[in-house]
């Protein structure tokens, strides 16, 4: 039997910004299709995704680096995972199924992912969601906020 078999993923279900710059995560229980190794807990994965886009310009017949695209860089791929290392948060109990991630870097951009896992596996991750937080500059206030799913 495959993981995906014996332990589904969760679904995410949301995922908000908050004061101080932070976001809630919130998603869907699971439960184990095994009666002996029941779910024990959550782990949510949250990497940094690298700012690989470039935007070129054209400008009197030369190609110039016009700016980066930091919206939404590397693809959104449910079976890529991020090169970065993951921050790991893990959450014992089935029932909990949200948490509040603090003090992360403004004008970055997140994928957050979450699995379950029982005494002896971990399940199979969600699928990807990003946010990125980004500061006014006029003011500590986040003016926007960007979330892909």
Not at 91 to 105: A, D
Request: aromatic residues 8%; positive net charge; proline residues 6%.
């Amino acid at each position: 039997m495959r993981r995906e078999e014996y332990l589904p993923a969760p679904l995410i279900k949301s995922l908000s910004a908050i004061d101080p710059a932070g976001f809630q995560v919130e998603w869907t229980r699971v439960d184990s299709y095994d009666d002996m190794d029941p779910v024990l807990g959550y782990k949510v994965k949250i990497w940094e995704v690298c700012d690989k886009r470039l935007l070129y310009d054209k400008a009197d017949g030369a190609v110039m680096l016009a700016k980066r695209d930091t919206r939404f860089s590397q693809a959104l791929e449910s079976r890529r995972i991020p090169d970065s290392e993951p921050f790991v948060i893990i959450l014992p109990g089935f029932e909990r199924t949200r948490t509040k991630v603090s003090n992360i870097k403004l004008n970055v951009l997140y994928e957050v992912r979450v699995l379950a896992y029982t005494r002896t596996m971990d399940g199979p991750l969600s699928q990807p969601t990003r946010i990125k937080l980004m500061k006014d500059n006029e003011s500590d206030r986040h003016k926007e906020v960007y979330i892909a799913s």
